[in-house]
């Protein structure tokens, strides 16, 4: 059975940064495009980055742009999400997904099959 699982959350000030990893096991995602989505309280679960499975076509949201950078090691198994000059309003838990044919948009949770259980990231102002 496929599993990801996240790591690398935490609190941070406003400026800072924090590296996400999401490790997958039970199954290689190499032909996979994988994702990032975060979800803030009471929010619903919305797209923040997309690496397709060979690393050459990235995809963000508008408000990460430029501070996000999604990455991945296919012999590894693993993603990351890079996150640069943080933002309060980026508190959310962040989800890896991953998926072999996923839509791409800001609410496209729904085509996504896999997803790790979470990791919290936070903050402060």
């Known amino acids: 059975q496929a599993h990801l699982v996240e790591s690398g959350g935490g609190l941070v000030q406003a400026g800072d940064s924090l590296r996400l990893s999401c490790a997958a096991s039970g199954r290689t995602f190499s032909s996979y495009t994988m994702g990032w989505f975060r979800q803030a309280p009471g929010g619903e679960r919305e797209f923040v980055a997309a690496i397709t499975w060979n690393g050459e076509n990235t995809y963000y949201a508008d408000s990460v742009k430029g501070r996000f950078t999604i990455s991945r090691d296919n012999a590894k198994n693993t993603q990351y999400l890079q996150m640069n000059s943080l933002k309060t309003e980026d508190t959310a838990v962040y989800y890896c997904?991953?998926?072999?044919?996923?839509?791409?948009?800001?609410?496209?949770?729904?085509?996504?099959?896999?997803w790790g259980q979470g990791t919290q990231v936070t903050v402060s102002s």
């Open positions: 997904a991953a998926d072999r044919y996923p839509e791409i948009s800001a609410d496209s949770a729904w085509s996504w099959g896999y």
